[in-house]
């Protein structure tokens, strides 16, 4: 596991299990490409989940969000609108817009998370822990306040979960 990023001046190239690793809320999160690497414009990161996954729902005030689904099947919400997606979907959840998504029971899933302006990728690395190994963490309950300041001070807002 390649866990640094020596220089961006001449691109990068990383294996499936390169980047920093973290396990963050019950996922493992590896930083493909880092605000660092992009002068600040964007990030990538690769966004393992366990089966029935769910982050609170939230708005990312600052940066927009898009997730290219690589494996499970994901239902979500962005404003109003409803989705179903599974693996080869794109979803672009732009930024001041409530949104969420829950991985399928039946199994994990697997994104791609792109966010420009870059940032997400640093909120990851102050929640989460550095990955002692590349598997999803046990489950973990996260200290809610903690993780509210956290978001705050990182542009996301927190929602109360939906109805229904």
């Known amino acids: ?3 640094s990023h020596a220089s961006t001046r001449d691109g990068l190239v990383l294996a499936a ?3 920093p690793a973290f396990w963050f809320l019950d996922t493992l999160t590896l930083t493909k490409v880092s605000g660092g690497d992009t002068g600040g414009g964007f990030t990538v990161l690769d966004h ?3 089966p029935g996954f ?3 729902p939230h708005i990312h005030r600052d940066c927009d969000e898009a997730f290219f689904i690589l494996e499970g099947q994901f239902d979500g919400f962005c404003g109003e609108r409803l989705w179903n ?3 080869g979907t794109l979803v672009f959840l732009p930024r001041g817009v409530p949104h969420g998504f829950r991985v399928s029971e039946l199994g994990q899933g697997r994104t791609l998370l792109i966010l420009g302006p870059a940032g997400f990728d640093a909120f990851v690395a102050d929640v989460g822990e550095p990955a002692e190994r590349l598997v999803l ?4 309950r ?3 306040a903690r993780v ?4 705050a001070a990182h542009g996301i807002e927190l929602l109360p979960p939906q109805a229904g």
């Open 1 to 3: 596991m390649n866990n």
């Open 17 to 19: 299990d390169d980047g």
């Open 48 to 50: 393992r989940c366990p």
């Open 54 to 56: 769910a982050p609170p």
């Open 85 to 87: 997606a599974g693996p």
């Open 137 to 140: 963490p046990e489950p973990a």
């Open 142 to 144: 996260p200290d809610p």
């Open 148 to 151: 509210a300041e956290l978001a």
